[in-house]
């Protein structure tokens, strides 16, 4: 009697964990084949996250797209010690129409073109992803995945990051090499 006594308890219980409902926290920690990605952001292993991905009390103060997929000690440091949490703007969807594009807050927002890194495209690799745009520019970006110009990309740890830092430093260290 004991024996079946425990099991029905057992099973009540594991019924009421699976029915409850999780705090919207809990929504966003959960990216269970979550990818921190390499370490190959210049500010790997200086005790803050500055993967843009993540919120929280343990990220870096300021922020570019170029450390997307690069910082994984310090993000996964920060996010097993309840330091951070995953961004909501980079939960995956289930499908195009669940996607949350956000508002059109950013600078560049209906200009034509989808400035929000969690997008790409054949255009990707012309552009300077901002921080500042990831979920500000629903307009472009809405009519570029209906029309097909963009797609989904974040979730991904190795995306298309566009136009980097170190590509524009490349360029003006190039040019002043110049010499004529």
């Not at 705090?23 to 500010?43: D, I, L, Y």
């Not at 910082?71 to 129409?97: G, T, V, W, Y």
């Not at 600078?107 to 300077?128: K, Q």
């Not at 307009?139 to 980097?164: P, Y």
């Amino acid at each position: 009697m004991k024996r079946r006594f425990d099991l029905s308890i057992s099973a009540l219980c594991a019924a009421c964990l699976a029915a409850a409902p999780l705090s919207a926290q809990e929504q966003t920690r959960e990216p269970v084949q979550w990818e921190f990605g390499s370490n190959a952001s210049e500010w790997s292993h200086d005790g803050e996250c500055d993967d843009p991905r993540f919120i929280g009390k343990g990220m870096a103060a300021a922020l570019v797209t170029d450390n997307i997929g690069r910082d994984a000690s310090d993000c996964r440091k920060a996010f097993e010690s309840d330091q951070i949490a995953l961004h909501p703007m980079f939960a995956e969807p289930s499908n195009a129409a669940s996607i949350n594009y956000g508002d059109d807050e950013s600078t560049f927002a209906n200009d034509g073109a989808c400035d929000d890194i969690r997008f790409t495209g054949d255009y990707a690799s012309e552009m300077v992803y901002l921080v500042d745009d990831i979920g500000h520019d629903a307009s472009d970006c809405r009519e570029a995945v209906k029309s097909g110009e963009a797609r989904w990309q974040g979730s991904k740890v190795d995306l298309e990051h566009g136009v980097t830092i170190d590509d524009i430093i490349g360029e003006e260290a190039g040019a002043s090499d110049n010499t004529y």
